[in-house]
């Protein structure tokens, strides 16, 4: 593995953490102040700094070592976590997000410094007077009294260098030899020298007795190593993070046991003052540039901040999620290798077919065998799918920045309600349903929610709720995305609509097909356009997008009271089970999950109505007869309902029965993309292969009964 | 002979820095390295300049690092190599 494939470990890492953090800010903010809370936040800042230094985002790691400063303090309880400083917090966690980007696009670092500012003045300003105070009567003979905690930093280094020999020989030795294998892919030991300063080590010697002659030496191999004194108050662990990345046998650390016997009375007073002050250890690695004074710090320990390296079988999760203890095991792996996977087990679903076909046709079908293997690899088929699963959290905990981001473009106040957030679905769901959402909770808070004044106005609460939700419903999965605010303005929806073209004045719609005029190109319904949403390049591509994923959008709307835009989403684009029709000399597969029955009609269920429409009667609700060979354009199929066999689907569009020769089975079939090995086409899903080895196509039950469904509203209208 | 160093001196650029060493060594003058410009330099190019330190040593010449800027002046420092920019 190089270095550039570590470092996408890292920033994987640094995604992950982030994600946790955003969890862990939620409960902050809902008045969870559980120290655990806090310290999950502080462990994902520390692993990102010591990533960041490890890879030499320098930036980066100046910017995590003043926020974990800042998080120390309110995890050792010096600084309270008021509201105000919670927004500080989180304030400071959106630029961390920028930062990690930033670092792992390798663009320019955002402009921190107003936030650090701000971070300084959290950790600095609330703690110096305290600190002054506290200081005061331990101070007597060595340390002036001083109000400005820099320098009582700066002193305690002077003291401390006076008293050179006595934390030196107490502190850590670290032989580091990153010997001949030094720049492999792409090392840089440098770095981690850098690092280890950072941390207040102080390299005493460079070892150059392996360094060759000019003549005899190989440019790229490394013969330089280095004894680096740290001070006694580091942490072990976070010594031993520097080198995380790295092979651990490059190092050799040992603690020096010496007594410090020398001018103990003042190293006490010392010790003393620190107590009494409660500095934190982070402050006291200061990364000053030379090397700080090595303090000899009695703070409390960094708790926890490091698992011990070597107990890791995979590189350090950043992502300790709040409480979990145990953290199950995970390993990573290459996605092209688990697609692989999932292929071959789609084929192996496909030749398990036809082979139960093969021995039906030879009078074996009923075997046990066969059903144990088909139950095997249903199994298999499942898990393999589990595997590409993943918790709805990825997405979802992104959302409360941009929710945060809105509050400030707009002036409203929102509130933003999760549920369902470890619902989990398809690798690719997720990772494509993050645009549309966005999209979609853009709209929320610019169109949706009212300002404060008009909300209290209209006797709602100042602040707007946008309630983001997933679930798991009848095979596939839901997110609704609602807010309660003023609802849709069908009256001006309509008008812009005429004014745009999309509809005739005339036209009679819906209340729904007036809504869903939203859906298309070009419909934008803001009195001005603002940066957050409304350039009318929205919803169509956002509909688009959710199509693309085999789902479907929905939109419940009430005036005054809010609108609600539900996406139903297949779980896994990889199998659907299905009932396999003929029609014509084609095979089609409905899905299973939209028929509600099937049946063969009398010629009293059937009424013709308009020139060649016919309606069912399934126990006194009509529902439109949709004959596939018509919309698919194949011959040879029957055209007699009574002769034929109806399927009663259940679509976007309320129901209709499709016309279909003959059912021929029912099973599940591996989904192939039409996309992606031909192109879209209307009223097709995809495409299967059979088991005697035949492609039959998947039909798309939403975009014909969508015809039905206008065939219809047509038909009543001329009624 | 004054020889400036490029601004990036990272591992890949070691070879190429031994040899423009090993020519002016062998030209058996004074070298001295301009290191104004170095804006980039790892443990590999470090090695090889202290290893041409070494070198002219043995052969009593004059060898010295002048100009060091701030990034060149920091790394020696960082690696305990500043007898490189002592002189």
Same mark, same amino acid.
């Given at each position: ?62 910017y ?13 309880? #010096? ?39 701000r971070l ?22 060595v ?20 008293e050179?020999?006595?934390?030196a020989?107490?502190?850590? =030795? ?8 030094a720049? %492999? ?18 390299v005493? #010697?460079?070892?150059?007795? $392996? ?7 190989e ?31 490059v ?15 003042s ?33 409390p +320990? ?23 203890a ?5 390993? =990573? ?10 292929n ?5 679903? @496909?030749?398990?077919?036809?082979? +139960? ?11 046990? $065998? ?5 139950h095997? #690899?249903?199994?298999l088929? %499942? ?5 590409? +699963? ?9 959302v ?6 809105l ?5 409203? /106040?929102?509130?933003?309600?999760? %549920? ?58 839901? @997110? ?15 008008a ?6 999309? @509809? ?13 005029? @939203? ?21 169509? &591509? ?23 835009? !539900? ?15 003929? &029609? ?49 354009g194949?011959?040879?199929?029957? /055209? ?12 976007d569009?309320?129901?209709a ?6 059912i ?5 079939? &591996? ?32 975009a014909?009964? !969508? /015809? ?6 047509? !038909?009543?209208?001329?009624? | ?58 052969a009593?010449?004059?060898f /010295? ?11 020696a #420092?960082?690696a ?5 920019? +002592?002189?």
């Amino acid at each position: 593995m190089d270095l550039d494939a570590i470092q996408q470990i890292f920033f994987q890492e640094c995604e992950e953490g982030l994600a946790a953090m955003e969890g862990n800010f939620a409960q902050l903010r809902d008045g969870d102040r559980d120290s655990e809370t806090i310290n999950g936040v502080f462990r994902c800042v520390h692993s990102i700094k010591g990533g960041a230094g490890a890879f030499g985002h320098e930036r980066l790691q100046a910017y995590t070592h003043q926020y974990e400063t800042l998080l120390d303090l309110i995890r050792n309880g #010096t600084l309270e976590l008021t509201p105000a400083l919670l927004d500080v917090v989180v304030g400071a966690f959106d630029v961390l997000a920028d930062h990690v980007a930033a670092a792992r696009d390798g663009d320019t670092p955002p402009a921190d410094a107003a936030m650090l500012e701000r971070l300084m003045a959290a950790a600095g300003g609330d703690t110096a007077p305290a600190a002054a105070k506290a200081a005061a009567p331990a101070a007597a003979p060595v340390v002036a009294i001083s109000d400005d905690f820099d320098d009582l930093m700066s002193m305690l280094g002077d003291v401390a260098q006076s008293e050179d020999g006595a934390d030196a020989a107490n502190g850590w =030795r670290l032989r580091f030899a990153p010997g001949a294998k030094a720049f %492999e892919h792409g090392a840089e030991p440098l770095l981690l020298l850098r690092e280890l300063t950072m941390l207040g080590g102080k390299v005493t #010697t460079c070892d150059r007795a $392996e360094l060759p002659t000019l003549e005899a030496i190989e440019p790229e191999c490394g013969y330089l190593a280095w004894d680096v004194s740290l001070p006694a108050s580091v942490a072990e662990d976070d010594i031993r993070a520097v080198f995380e990345f790295g092979d651990p046998s490059v190092i050799t650390l040992t603690r020096g046991d010496a007594e410090p016997a020398m001018a103990e009375d003042s190293v006490d007073a010392l010790f003393d003052l620190l107590d009494s002050v409660a500095a934190p250890a982070a402050i006291v690695e200061e990364p000053t540039p030379p090397p700080p004074a090595p303090a000899p710090a009695p703070a409390p +320990a960094p708790v926890a901040v490091a698992e011990p390296v070597e107990e890791k079988a995979a590189p350090r999760s950043a992502a300790p999620s709040p409480a979990a203890a145990p953290a199950a095991q995970t390993i =990573r792996v290459d996605l092209d290798k688990l697609d692989r996977l999932v292929n071959l087990v789609g084929e192996l679903v @496909i030749t398990q077919a036809m082979l +139960a076909q093969r021995l039906a046709e030879n009078q074996m079908g009923g075997i046990s $065998e066969l059903s144990d293997l088909e139950h095997l #690899t249903r199994e298999l088929q %499942e898990s393999t799918m589990a595997i590409r +699963a993943q918790p709805m959290k990825t997405v979802f905990s992104r959302v409360p920045r941009i929710i945060r981001e809105l509050e400030g473009e707009t002036g409203k /106040r929102v509130r933003l309600d999760i %549920e369902g957030e470890m619902t989990e679905v398809d690798k690719t769901v997720v990772e494509r349903i993050g645009e549309p959402l966005t999209h979609l909770i853009r709209n929320a808070v610019d169109h949706g929610l009212e300002m404060p004044d008009v909300r209290v106005a209209n006797g709602k609460s100042a602040e707007g709720v946008v309630r983001l939700s997933a679930a798991h419903q009848s095979g596939r999965i839901v @997110i609704t995305v609602a807010d309660d605010g003023q609802g849709i303005n069908r009256a001006r929806v309509k008008a812009k609509a005429i004014e745009k073209g999309i @509809i005739l004045p005339d036209a009679v719609l819906s209340e729904e097909e007036i809504d869903n005029l @939203i859906f298309a190109p070009g419909f934008s319904t803001a009195a001005a356009i603002t940066n957050v949403s409304g350039r009318g390049v929205g919803m169509d &591509v956002v509909r688009k997008n959710i199509q693309a994923l085999g789902g479907r959008i929905g939109i419940q709307s009430r005036e005054g009271f809010g609108s609600s835009f !539900s996406l139903s989403l297949p779980l896994t684009l990889a199998v659907l089970d299905g009932m396999i029709v003929t &029609v014509g000399d084609q095979t089609f597969v409905i899905p299973l999950s939209h028929i509600v029955e099937s049946l063969r009609p009398d010629e009293v269920a059937l009424s013709r109505l308009g020139p060649d429409g016919t309606l069912l009667d399934v126990r006194g609700a009509y529902v439109p007869v949709l004959r596939i060979a018509d919309y698919l354009g194949i011959d040879g199929a029957e /055209r007699n309902a009574t002769d034929a066999v109806l399927i009663v689907v259940e679509g976007d569009h309320g129901q209709a029965a499709l016309l279909v020769d003959t059912i021929q089975d029912q099973r599940q079939v &591996v989904v192939k993309s039409l996309e992606a090995n031909y192109q879209a086409i209307d009223g097709v899903a995809g495409a299967t292969i059979l088991g005697d080895g035949r492609v039959a196509l998947i039909a798309d039950v939403d975009a014909l009964t !969508s /015809r039905g469904g206008r065939f219809v509203s047509r !038909s009543a209208l001329a009624a | 002979m004054t020889i400036a160093l490029p601004a990036v001196l990272d591992t890949p650029a070691a070879a190429a820095l031994r040899q423009t060493l090993r020519d002016a060594m062998a030209a058996g003058g004074p070298v001295t390295l301009d290191a104004s410009a170095v804006e980039r330099i790892g443990q590999a190019c470090l090695q090889v300049l202290a290893a041409a330190e070494a070198a002219a040593e043995d052969a009593e010449l004059d060898f /010295r690092i002048v100009g060091a800027s701030p990034v060149f002046a920091d790394m020696a #420092t960082l690696a305990a190599l500043d007898t490189l920019i +002592a002189a």
